[in-house]
């Protein structure tokens, strides 16, 4: 789920949102779908369906593979221009890739994104599964630190309607789910200048993070350092990394 703003239904084109039906599917299905599965998956008809991968598949954007129908190559091209036309992306490499080297954990860039937050740069540790540790993953805004260090310079009021509108569904057994509980969560952020994620979106793992702003003041990004609780204490790792995590989320700031 990700915030759109406002749209103009007369100039919206629903052949081109049933498209972007078609290539999100794979979001939640990561493997070779048939055409029926997609259809259903993106909530159209089987001859709609068929149409769009045709057109998908002609383009590139689709590719064919042992049991169906998986994304094509073409689409990272799309993903390598945002990348790049990004002036914070650019910015932030250098300082990811120094903070790396600084502390031995994986760290990541996130966007922030309303409900959801996107990673955008990541750079992993040794002991990290692979899909973890692409960019492009997106997560929810309410059980990250990243999203909780951006909601602590958002007013109560506007954290409170980005929670309503937000899935509030358990990743782990320690994800918070309550409101109440996470608006604390976002308190402490703010009077830390950092938030610390234990095991809410993978067991095992602690994750402090800081607040990138624009020039306006208002949360656009975070910083991020991740570790194991198989290497760390939450006091040690929070103690040792976030003022870290801090001083490169400042210098990505304004």
Known sequence: MTDTGEIDERLFLRSVARAFAVLEVWGAEPRALSLGEIAKAAGIDKSAAQRICQTLLGLGYLERAAGGLVPGKRALDRAFDYLRITPLIERAAPVLGNLRETCGERVDLSLFD??????ALRLQSRREAFFATLPGRRLPTFCTSGGRACMALMADAAVDRLLARSEMLARTRKTLTDPAA????????????YACV???TLLGEVVVAAPVTD??????????????????????????????????ADALSG
């Open 114 to 119: 309303g409900v959801t937050i996107l990673y």
């Open 182 to 193: 996470v608006l604390e969560k976002v308190h402490e952020a703010r009077e830390q200048g």
């Open 198 to 200: 234990v095991e809410e």
């Open 215 to 248: 020039s306006a003041g208002r949360p656009v990004a975070a910083v991020h350092i991740a570790g194991t609780l198989a290497d760390w204490s939450e006091a040690e790792f929070r103690r040792r990394f976030a003022p870290h995590a801090i001083a490169a």
